[in-house]
């Protein structure tokens, strides 16, 4: 089984979800009127916090117009766990279809990714700013739907839950030290990854049949009604505009019918 090669990118659009999250945020700026005098966009990439805590180190002389554009968000990912309390029957099975063609899919399994969303900032109000405009949407999760596979249509919401959150001012050393302020947030996004994707050799229903009995005894009961509902036309595919056939048939011979040889039989 292992060798069979596949690639749905799922962690990887989890990560984009994830990210977009927090790619919209402003931050503003007034005057003793109150009146807004600048709007700014707080920038937000992948990658560790080291790498722009390093760019500040290396520039901090403040005679420089600019050494990085503050406040800053990064995140990445920080860990994958399976999660027990999700599993599922390892070998349930559903179908779904491609639009022509029928396809058997496992269950999913269910993951833990784990997020780690940095926030550096020069001024603690621009900071404040930001974290109000985070923390009211986790309660303490946010769900986000995911198309997980496009090509079956197998979109599912998964929950990004809150964590914790830390705060370090990181001041050290004499006036000529740049001062930076980083609030750090853990997430953690409860995704699921698929397995491969085989066509299956199953056809679809196209006829379903339910005989309806006069009590609840399966020894002595008789049967009394039939229902059965047909797809209207009978060849419709899974994506075809359809209705439904519906039937109904009363019965009084006591005969039952066999699921094996589809048919009514004497009892």
């Known amino acids: 089984m292992l060798g069979t090669y596949y690639y749905h990118q799922i962690i990887r659009k989890t990560i984009i979800a994830f990210g977009t999250l927090f790619n919209d945020i402003h931050i503003q700026h007034k005057d003793a009127d109150n009146d807004v005098i ?103 999760s946010f769900n986000l739907t995911v198309d997980l596979i496009e090509s079956i249509g197998e979109k599912r919401d998964i929950p990004v839950v809150l964590d914790n959150v830390s705060f370090q001012d990181d001041y050290e050393g004499d006036f000529s030290t740049r001062r930076t302020l980083i609030y750090t947030f853990n997430f953690t996004a409860k995704t699921y990854l698929f397995g491969p994707i085989s066509a299956t050799t199953d056809g679809l229903i196209r006829k379903v049949q339910v005989d309806y009995y006069t009590g609840t005894d399966t020894q002595s009961a008789k049967r009394e009604m039939r229902y059965t509902v047909k797809p209207d036309p009978i060849d419709a595919g899974p994506e075809d505009n359809f209705g439904f056939d519906e039937s109904l048939e009363m019965f009084f011979d006591g005969r039952d019918y066999s699921p094996t040889q589809q048919t009514d039989l004497w009892v």
């Open 38 to 140: 600048s709007d700014l966009k707080v920038p937000l990439a992948y990658g560790p916090i080291q790498k722009f805590l390093a760019k500040i180190q290396q520039q901090q002389e403040l005679s420089k117009p600019v050494a990085i554009t503050l406040p800053r968000m990064s995140f990445e990912m920080t860990s994958i766990s399976y999660d027990n309390t999700r599993k599922a029957g390892v070998t349930q099975t559903f179908k779904a279809s491609d639009g022509e063609n029928l396809k058997k899919v496992f269950m999913p399994v269910p993951y833990n990714i784990g997020f780690q969303l940095s926030l550096i900032a020069k001024l603690n109000d621009d900071a404040l700013q930001v974290v109000e405009q985070i923390l009211p949407f986790f309660q303490p």
